[in-house]
C-alpha cells in the first residue's frame, strides 16, 4: 500500500500550524517524521487520518480512508501514550478494539506478550508508566495486522532495551511490506531505525528524501587533513577548486569526501601527510543546521 498526502494544511487562528505538505509513504521502508516541537507533526498526522479539519487529502492505495473497506487493517495509529479508559484493564482495552475490528481474542493475549505486557493484562493502565502506556498504546497499533503504522513519539519513556526492541520491530514490520510512518525527538535513534525522512519546520516541508541523502547536504562533512605545511596545502587545493580553512596548529578541514583527490594533491606539492580522514556529519549535526533560523539548505520540494 502506497500512502499520498496532498496539500495538508491546517490553521489555528492566523497561525498556520501545517502548510501545503505533499509527500508519499512507500512500503517496505521505515519512514521518520522529523521536525522542531511545534513544527505541526502531530497535527499532520491528524490530518492524514481524518482526525482534524483541514486542507488536502490524504489516499491510502488511491483512495480516501472513509472510503477503505476495512480501516483497521489499513492503517493502525499510535498518537498519545495514555488514551485508555482508566477503569477498564489493558485486556480489555484491546479486547474492545478487536471486537469492533472483528479480530479473535487469541490475537489480543498475542500482541500483549509481543510488547511485554502478558504480566500487566488484567491491570487498568491508569496505573502504567509512560512507557507502559507507550506499549500498550502500540499493541492497539499492530492489534489488526495493518498495512500502514502511524506513530507519533513512540519511543518516550521507553528505557534503552525497550528502545531497541522498538527500532528492531518497527524494521522487521516494514519490511515485511508494510509502511512504517513514524515520529521521534531521538535523532540518535532515528538515524539506526529509519531509511527516509520526511522533514518539516513551521508547518513547512523542508526535506523529503533518503537519511544517507539528507545527512549528506550537511556543511559538516569534511576531511580532516594533518600535514607538514597546511598554508602551502591550502593553497594548492584551492588551485583545484577545493576549500579548505585552518584546523589545529597543523590542519585543515578540507571542504570535501575525496580522500584519494586531496592525497594526490599534497603528494604532487610534496607535502608530507600526517592525518588523512573523512568526517560525517550525524543526523543530529544535519538536523540542527537545516531546522535552524539561519538554514543553510533547502529542498525543493517532495522527491
Known amino acids: 500500500m502506497t500512502v499520498q498526502a ?4 491546517k490553521s489555528y487562528g492566523t ?7 505533499s509527500f508519499t509513504l512507500e512500503p517496505g521502508v521505515v519512514t521518520g517524521f522529523l521536525g522542531p ?3 505541526g507533526k502531530s497535527t499532520t498526522m491528524r490530518l492524514m487520518l481524518g482526525l482534524d479539519r483541514g486542507d488536502g487529502s490524504t489516499l491510502w492505495d488511491g483512495k480516501p480512508l472513509r472510503d477503505r473497506v476495512d480501516v483497521t487493517r489499513t492503517v493502525g495509529a499510535h498518537l498519545d501514550a495514555k488514551f485508555f479508559h482508566p477503569s477498564r484493564t489493558a485486556r480489555n482495552h484491546l479486547r474492545l478494539l478487536a471486537t469492533e475490528a472483528s479480530i479473535p481474542a487469541s490475537r489480543v493475549d498475542e500482541v500483549l506478550r509481543l510488547v511485554g505486557l502478558d504480566s500487566v493484562a488484567r491491570k487498568r493502565p491508569s496505573g502504567f508508566s509512560l512507557g507502559m502506556g507507550q506499549r500498550l498504546g502500540l499493541a492497539g497499533a499492530i492489534l489488526a495486522e495493518p498495512a500502514v503504522l502511524l506513530l507519533d513519539e513512540p519511543a518516550n519513556g521507553l528505557d534503552p532495551q ?3 526492541w522498538l527500532r528492531d520491530f518497527l524494521r522487521r514490520y516494514a519490511q515485511r511490506g508494510n509502511v512504517v510512518f513514524v515520529s521521534s525527538h531521538l535523532l540518535s535513534e532515528m538515524s539506526l531505525m529509519a531509511e527516509h525522512l520526511v522533514v518539516i519546520a513551521a508547518g513547512r516541508m523542508v526535506a523529503d528524501e533518503s537519511l544517507d541523502t ?4 550537511s556543511t559538516r562533512n569534511d576531511v580532516l587533513v594533518r600535514c607538514s605545511d597546511p598554508v602551502a596545502l591550502a593553497v594548492a587545493l584551492a588551485a583545484e577548486g577545493i576549500t579548505a580553512v585552518p584546523e589545529g596548529a597543523d590542519g585543515l578541514s578540507v571542504a570535501s569526501s575525496d580522500t584519494d583527490r586531496i592525497g594526490d594533491i599534497a603528494f604532487r606539492a610534496g607535502i ?3 592525518e588523512l580522514a573523512r568526517r560525517t556529519a550525524s543526523l543530529e549535526d544535519a538536523f540542527l ?3 535552524s533560523g539561519d538554514q543553510q539548505f533547502r529542498t525543493g520540494g517532495a522527491s
Request: hydrophobic share 45%.
Open 6 to 9: 496532498i496539500g495538508l494544511g
Open 162 to 164: 525497550s528502545i531497541q
Open 15 to 21: 497561525t498556520r500550524a501545517v502548510d501545503q505538505l
Open 289 to 291: 543546521e537545516l531546522t
Open 37 to 39: 516541537n511545534g513544527a
Open 214 to 217: 539528507f545527512v549528506a547536504r
Open 272 to 274: 608530507g601527510l600526517r
